[in-house]
């Protein structure tokens, strides 16, 4: 289960910090992001984290946006700088699981945290 907070109405130019909390098994998580979505727009990638550390993050944020993480909270962070009017949206936390059937067959699965609105003025 994941759990978002942070999100807030900021002017352009300002800062905003979200967390993501996973609990349950989060020991099976491979992988742990944000994504954001406008309306009548697709949900896009922001920035991901894997287990091992490498991150990922999307153009428009690349620079701006930094996603980090606390393993011994299983908290995820995307810390956001010089945020844009176009960052308004609303942000969704999502891990990627990966666990094992009794047979050894990989199992794969997605979880998603309920949205934070980010509003961005200009």
């Known amino acids: 289960q994941l759990q978002a907070s942070g999100g807030g109405l900021v002017q352009a130019g300002g800062s905003l910090r979200l967390s993501c909390a996973a609990s349950g098994s989060s020991s099976s998580i491979t992988g742990m992001g944000w994504y954001r979505q406008v309306p009548a727009k697709q949900r896009e990638l922001v920035a991901n984290?894997?287990?091992?550390?490498?991150?990922d993050y999307a153009d428009s944020v690349k620079g701006r946006f930094t996603i980090s993480r606390d393993s011994a909270k299983n908290t995820v962070y995307l810390q956001m700088n010089n945020l844009k009017f176009e960052d308004t949206a609303v942000y969704y936390c999502?891990?990627?699981?990966?666990?094992?059937?009794?047979?050894?067959?990989?199992?794969?699965?997605?979880?998603w945290g309920q949205g934070t609105q980010v509003t961005v003025s200009s």
């Open positions: 999502h891990a990627d699981s990966l666990q094992w059937t009794d047979s050894g067959e990989p199992v794969v699965s997605a979880s």
């Open positions: 984290i894997l287990r091992g550390g490498k991150t």
